[in-house]
């Protein structure tokens, strides 16, 4: 009766390199366990950078409207928003939240485009964290 060989998973092809991996010996030799030093190397993922997402006071639009708008696209509390939005109407303005670019600039553009339907002039804008 022949032995079951176990197909051994080889390590060293992962290419990301935040997980521990074995070492492939250098002498070309295929068979076998992979032998040698356990490694652990720097994780290569960065931290993305972070972006404010920046509401400006103007005289027109409603403080309701700004309030929903901070209540439906930033997942603020009715005290919450109604606090930013005071603090944008009496400073000229505020953050609403702090996200990923791609997340802030999408929650630009739903703001943007809601205001615009509405017709109010409200302006939001993405700064650098
Ligand atoms: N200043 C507006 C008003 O008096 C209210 C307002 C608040 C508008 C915040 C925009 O980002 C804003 N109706």
């Known amino acids: 009766m022949s032995r ?4 051994i998973f080889r390590f060293a092809r992962m290419q990301t390199s935040a997980q521990v991996r074995m070492n492939e010996p250098d002498d070309g030799n295929t068979d076998g366990p992979a032998t040698g030093v356990v490694t652990r190397s720097k994780p290569k ?3 993305p950078s972070m972006y404010k997402v920046i509401m400006l006071n103007d005289d027109y639009t409603p403080m309701e409207f700004v309030v929903m ?3 439906r696209f930033f997942n603020k509390n009715h005290e919450e928003a109604s606090q930013i939005m005071l603090h944008v109407h009496q400073k000229g303005v505020g953050v609403c939240g702090v996200y990923t670019y791609e997340l802030g600039e999408t929650k630009v553009t739903q ?8 017709q109010h002039p ?3 804008t993405l700064e650098k964290a």
């Not at 079951?4 to 197909?7: H, N």
């Not at 703001?111 to 509405?118: E, K, S």
């Open 69 to 71: 708008i901070l209540e």
């Open 45 to 47: 993922a960065k931290k």
């Open 122 to 124: 409200l302006q939001c």
């Open 111 to 118: 703001v943007m485009d809601l205001a615009r339907q509405h």
């Open 4 to 7: 079951w060989r176990i197909p």
